[in-house]
């Protein structure tokens, strides 16, 4: 017979395409894992899509195999080149897949060489089968299955480098196990077999089963190819979430980073253990102004020498490690050298085993703040200190009060023992002249008290600014190392001011200059005259100086020094209240107030008042004493005053003039006697009385006797608003001559309504 008729078990066929189509999916899916990996993992991914492809086509062929039959010749294979055509396609796959792999352009020589491998194993298990025949090839089949090799192995090493995705690689597989599987059969087409009856007598006791054998191929080999897609299912959807986290965490940074780079106001330091820059944020470079070249600086850079000194950065390393968190305020240094006031916070960062990684340390500019909280700091200390001087100002006006009353009563007596004494004893009329010379310096310290407490009525006349600062020489006695020195020309213009205003302004400017020189110096107190620069004063000015060799004041404090409050003394040492109102008596009086400084070398102020004219009221104070007349005409004088002594001395300078005087000590006990009296021409009654006050007690006499005249006696200068606070007042302390003009004023209505009649000590 010249060929044997052969045929296939179409279930095996069917078989090996299904393997075909799979071992050439399961390589492709491989192949993807194999370029996203690298070093032994893509090695271990190469040589699995080695094994897939070139395991699978031989699968195939060996199941193609055992479909083929021969009618009446029973088959068996020879083990060795069995195994051999299971390692040459894994191999030349290996080989094509690295060659590839490294070299993209090496993709047609190496599936040539691919494809012949493929061919070679289709003929090397051909060899080894084992049957009763001769096989006889035509070769137009056998180029044709070569060609459908290498065809098949070059679009499965271009498929295997290519990005595919899910669909494309199975429609991928299926063409090329139909690929595969028909140039398994071409080859088996152009195969032809000659029975011997030799080889059939070999093969006579071969005993293994083609059909199960081939079950049993197709089911080890599904498995395996199997395994191997789940491997790459598993090992993408791995990578896929690995990558899906990666996106996430490098979209958390990002995030992270843009969060931290927009914060511009805020200092923002990643620092290693050693305390060295790592990183910063962009607020970090606009606040401490260094660039890149800061990174791998130890942080103390920013701190101040003192701090470096005292080892203050590593403290706060320290302290951070230990507790967690360091927080500190403090000042901090800028690359151009420049300080400001800092929040510093240091937190430590710790990794997974608890051990320190670094440090993250933000710093914010809290300089405003600070300026802010001083700033309410010396408000309050200012309030503190006003309620203080208040408080003391109600006390100097009480003290000052209840001393008036008692000098008022002294001053009393004494003018009308004067009177009562014998002319011939010189010696006894100079005793009592100095006692009435020492009652009115207790008058003029009374009223200085009351200037200070604003409780005196300020009125501005024509004063001797040289005898005014002469008269004040027992209030300018300062410690042994302080010498106060006058310098006043001949002849100098008199000023108009408020006198007792004035007197409290130069002790101010005094006492500033002994506190300026607390190891001893001298004090000047001179005037000039200067011509007016546009001011009000056409007649010019008189500069009343106040200098001291002190340690002065720098341009910065002398800018404020007017303020209300501003002191430099320290808090309990000044009220910051001297010079501003010194500034306001100067800008009152149609002046002003000059300040002359410099460090180390002392301080002047000067005073300029407008000079008098020559029209102007003269100081009551330096004008003589007149004698006192009786009055021309007498009176029915009700006199109420709650103090027994300035009752009694008030009742007997009224007798004196020539008056009928009836006491009463109280608003109830005057109003009584008026009710039982027909005739009081006139009322003199103290402001300040316990039960009912002199306004009130006004009120009620006009409303029974409205002809009467009130005369009002007190030594406060501000009285509650009310109908009557514009009745004629006399001032506390009053002398018989202040007496008789108050009387005569409010009797004969010379003066408008509400006028003072002042009794004015001249200066001792």
């Given at each position: 017979m010249h060929h044997h008729a052969a045929s296939h078990d179409p279930v095996l066929v069917a078989l090996s395409i299904l393997i075909a189509a799979l071992a050439s999916y399961t390589a492709l899916d491989l192949a993807t894992r194999m370029r996203a990996a690298s070093g032994r993992a893509r090695r271990s991914w190469l040589?699995?899509?080695?094994?897939?492809?070139?395991?699978?086509?031989?699968?195939?062929?060996?199941?193609?195999?055992?479909?083929?039959?021969?009618?009446?010749?029973?088959?068996?294979?020879?083990?060795?080149?069995?195994?051999?055509?299971?390692?040459?396609?894994?191999?030349?796959?290996?080989?094509?897949?690295?060659?590839?792999?490294?070299?993209?352009?090496?993709?047609?020589?190496?599936?040539?060489?691919?494809?012949?491998?493929?061919?070679?194993?289709?003929?090397?298990?051909?060899?080894?089968?084992?049957?009763?025949?001769?096989?006889?090839?035509?070769?137009?089949?056998?180029?044709?299955?070569?060609?459908?090799?290498?065809?098949?192995s070059i679009v499965a090493?271009?498929?295997?480098?290519?990005?595919?995705?899910?669909?494309?690689?199975?429609?991928?597989?299926?063409?090329?196990?139909?690929?595969?599987?028909?140039?398994?059969?071409?080859?088996?087409?152009?195969?032809?077999?000659?029975?011997?009856?030799?080889?059939?007598?070999?093969?006579?006791?071969?005993?293994?089963?083609?059909?199960?054998?081939?079950?049993?191929?197709?089911?080890?080999?599904?498995?395996?190819?199997?395994?191997?897609?789940?491997?790459?299912?598993?090992?993408?959807?791995?990578?896929?979430?690995?990558?899906?986290?990666?996106?996430?965490?490098?979209?958390?940074?990002?995030?992270?980073?843009?969060?931290?780079?927009?914060?511009?106001?805020?200092?923002?330091?990643?620092?290693?253990?050693?305390?060295?820059?790592?990183?910063?944020?962009?607020?970090?470079?606009?606040?401490?102004?260094y660039g890149d070249d800061i990174v791998g600086t130890s942080y103390a850079i920013f701190h101040t020498e003192e701090d470096c000194a005292a080892e203050a950065p590593a403290r706060a390393l320290v302290e951070a490690e230990r507790e967690g968190k360091s927080a500190i305020e403090g000042w901090r240094v800028r690359k151009d050298g420049s300080r400001f006031w800092a929040e510093a916070t240091i937190v430590a960062i710790r990794n997974e085993s608890g051990a320190i990684a670094g440090f993250a340390k933000i710093v914010r500019d809290v300089s405003e703040r600070r300026r802010a909280q001083e700033a309410l700091d010396r408000a309050r200390e200012a309030l503190m200190m006003s309620q203080k001087m208040e408080t003391i100002g109600q006390l100097t006006g009480g003290v000052a009060h209840d001393f008036n009353n008692l000098l008022a009563a002294v001053l009393g007596s004494l003018e009308l023992l004067k009177k009562r004494l014998p002319t011939g004893d010189p010696k006894v009329q100079r005793l009592v002249e100095n006692a009435m010379q020492g009652a009115a310096r207790g008058a003029s310290l009374t009223q200085r008290m009351l200037a200070f407490a604003r409780k005196q009525h300020l009125k501005p006349a024509v004063v001797d600014v040289g005898e005014l600062v002469r008269g004040m020489a027992s209030l300018l006695k300062f410690e042994a190392g302080i010498a106060v020195e006058t310098r006043f020309p001949m002849h100098l213009p008199k000023v108009k001011v408020d006198a007792n205003q004035l007197e409290l302004a130069i002790l101010n400017l005094a006492v500033n200059a002994r506190d300026a020189m607390p190891d001893g110096g001298l004090i000047t107190i001179s005037a000039h005259e200067e011509q007016g620069e546009g001011g009000p004063s056409s007649s010019g000015y008189v500069v009343l100086s106040v200098s001291d060799t002190g340690c002065g004041m720098s341009e910065e404090i002398l800018k404020h020094a007017q303020e209300p409050f501003f002191t430099t003394k320290g808090v309990g040492k000044g009220t910051g209240l001297g010079l501003s109102m010194v500034h306001g008596l100067a800008e009152q009086s149609g002046g002003r107030l000059v300040l002359k400084s410099r460090p180390g070398e002392g301080t002047t102020a000067d005073i300029w008042l407008p000079i008098a004219e020559a029209t102007a009221e003269p100081d009551?104070?330096?004008?003589?004493?007149?004698?006192?007349?009786?009055?021309?005409?007498?009176?029915?004088?009700?006199?109420?005053?709650?103090?027994?002594?300035?009752?009694?001395?008030?009742?007997?300078?009224?007798?004196?003039?020539?008056?009928?005087?009836?006491?009463?000590?109280?608003?109830?006990?005057?109003?009584?006697?008026?009710?039982?009296?027909?005739?009081?021409?006139?009322?003199?009654?103290?402001?300040?009385?316990?039960?009912?006050?002199?306004?009130?007690?006004?009120?009620?006499?006009?409303?029974?006797?409205?002809?009467?005249?009130?005369?009002?006696?007190?030594?406060?200068?501000?009285?509650?608003?009310?109908?009557?606070?514009?009745?004629?007042?006399?001032?506390?302390?009053?002398?018989?001559?202040?007496?008789?003009?108050?009387?005569?004023?409010?009797?004969?209505?010379?003066?408008?309504?509400?006028?003072?009649?002042?009794?004015?000590?001249?200066?001792?």
């Open positions: 040589a699995a899509a080695a094994i897939a492809m070139g395991g699978g086509i031989w699968s195939m062929h060996f199941v193609g195999m055992l479909a083929f039959s021969l009618p009446g010749i029973e088959i068996s294979y020879d083990s060795f080149l069995t195994l051999l055509s299971l390692v040459i396609p894994i191999v030349v796959a290996a080989a094509a897949f690295t060659v590839v792999g490294r070299r993209p352009q090496a993709l047609l020589a190496s599936g040539f060489a691919m494809g012949l491998g493929i061919s070679g194993m289709h003929y090397t298990g051909m060899a080894a089968m084992r049957m009763a025949a001769l096989i006889q090839y035509d070769p137009r089949w056998v180029v044709a299955s070569i060609l459908i090799a290498i065809s098949a090493l271009w498929l295997a480098f290519r990005n595919t995705n899910a669909v494309q690689r199975l429609f991928a597989g299926l063409v090329m196990g139909l690929a595969i599987s028909g140039m398994h059969y071409a080859a088996m087409q152009g195969a032809m077999f000659v029975p011997t009856s030799t080889m059939a007598r070999q093969a006579g006791h071969l005993g293994v089963g083609q059909a199960p054998l081939a079950f049993l191929l197709a089911g080890i080999t599904i498995m395996i190819l199997s395994i191997g897609i789940a491997a790459a299912v598993y090992d993408r959807a791995s990578a896929e979430r690995a990558q899906r986290e990666a996106d996430a965490l490098r979209r958390s940074e990002e995030r992270f980073r843009l969060l931290v780079e927009g914060i511009v106001d805020h200092a923002i330091f990643m620092l290693d253990p050693d305390g060295r820059v790592g990183n910063w944020n962009l607020g970090a470079r606009r606040l401490m102004g009551p104070r330096t004008a003589a004493p007149a004698p006192v007349a009786r009055a021309s005409r007498q009176l029915s004088v009700l006199v109420v005053d709650d103090d027994l002594l300035v009752l009694e001395n008030t009742a007997a300078m009224l007798e004196d003039l020539g008056h009928i005087v009836v006491e009463a000590r109280s608003g109830d006990e005057a109003l009584a006697l008026l009710r039982r009296t027909r005739t009081v021409d006139l009322v003199v009654t103290d402001y300040a009385m316990p039960g009912m006050t002199g306004l009130q007690l006004a009120g009620a006499i006009a409303a029974e006797r409205p002809e009467t005249v009130i005369l009002l006696s007190t030594g406060y200068a501000d009285l509650p608003s009310d109908a009557r606070s514009s009745l004629p007042r006399l001032a506390k302390p009053f002398d018989q001559a202040a007496l008789a003009k108050a009387i005569e004023a409010a009797m004969g209505e010379e003066e408008q309504a509400g006028s003072v009649v002042a009794f004015r000590p001249k200066s001792a």
